[in-house]
């Protein structure tokens, strides 16, 4: 018997090593950026220096209106590669849509992960807000699940008028330990993704959307991140949608537009 336990101790201890060395595999999934992108006229091809000389790449997709825009950012999920959101652009009338991939994603340069997510994000407000032609004031932000970290991170550090959330969870370390509980995640998880820690001192106005049948980001995380938001707040249900099919939720656009559109007017 002592001998069992010492051979699942051992398995253990291995399991968890190897957990901690290769975590990063098992929350990024890098996409390279493949195929040809079909852009606009309004659609300008963007490439940031960082302040470490890497390159961060992506799309801005203005707006029709005349001067300075107003913005979304959009920061989107572990696996995904922002070109194939450039037709969302068409969702919004008056907002310019800011696409820029992650490190290590598309054609940026760098490694993912939750530092170089968060720095990525600063910079490319940073270099937005520098732009002649977007309306500083009016920046809002949106992510998508993983990128609902980085968007509630740039929603702390900086200015925003507003915060979209997509499937957004309080921490990947709690989605982390509801799905391995079996695993020491507090002690291991070096990409935690805190989002409740900075979302209790947000006062920009939050709406945040979640799939009834996500399993991914369990609807238990979202509604325990909004109740963390110190600023106004809704949350939507979106019956039956899951973690990959929620943008083809119509009632999701509608809201976000009227979220937008009541920016305008003064509503929260």
């Not at 732009?131 to 699940?145: K, P, T």
């Not at 979640?210 to 238990?220: C, E, H, R």
Request: glycine share 8%.
């Amino acid at each position: 018997m002592l001998t069992v336990i010492i051979i699942l101790g051992i398995i253990y201890i291995i399991i968890v090593a190897f957990f901690y060395l290769f975590q990063s595999n098992f929350i990024f999934f890098p996409q390279p950026l493949t195929g040809t992108v079909h852009t606009g006229e309004f659609t300008e091809e963007v490439r940031i220096t960082t302040d470490d000389d890497k390159v961060l790449h992506g799309w801005l997709c203005k707006s029709k209106t005349d001067g300075p825009q107003k913005l979304i950012i959009y920061f989107g999920g572990n696996a995904e590669e922002v070109s194939h959101m450039i037709p969302a652009a068409s969702m919004f009338e008056d907002w310019a849509f800011l696409l820029i991939n992650y490190p290590g994603y598309g054609k940026s340069e760098g490694r993912p992960g939750q530092k170089s997510f968060y720095k990525a994000a600063l910079e490319i407000y940073d270099y937005a807000v520098a732009r002649d032609d977007v309306y500083a004031e009016n920046i809002v932000v949106m992510g998508r699940s993983i990128g609902s970290g980085s968007a509630v991170f740039l929603a702390h550090e900086r200015d925003v008028k507003a915060v979209v959330l997509i499937s957004p969870f309080e921490s990947i370390r709690a989605v982390a330990r509801s799905s391995m509980p079996f695993l020491p995640v507090n002690l291991i998880l070096r990409h935690k993704f805190l989002s409740k820690k900075f979302a209790s001192e947000i006062n920009s106005p939050m709406i945040a959307f979640y799939g009834t049948a996500d399993q991914i980001i369990p609807p238990s995380h979202t509604q325990k991140l909004a109740a963390f938001w110190k600023g106004p707040s809704r949350l939507v249900e979106l019956q039956g949608y899951g973690h990959n099919d929620i943008f083809e939720s119509k009632q999701m656009w509608e809201e976000i537009n009227g979220f937008l559109e009541g920016l305008d007017s003064g509503r929260k």
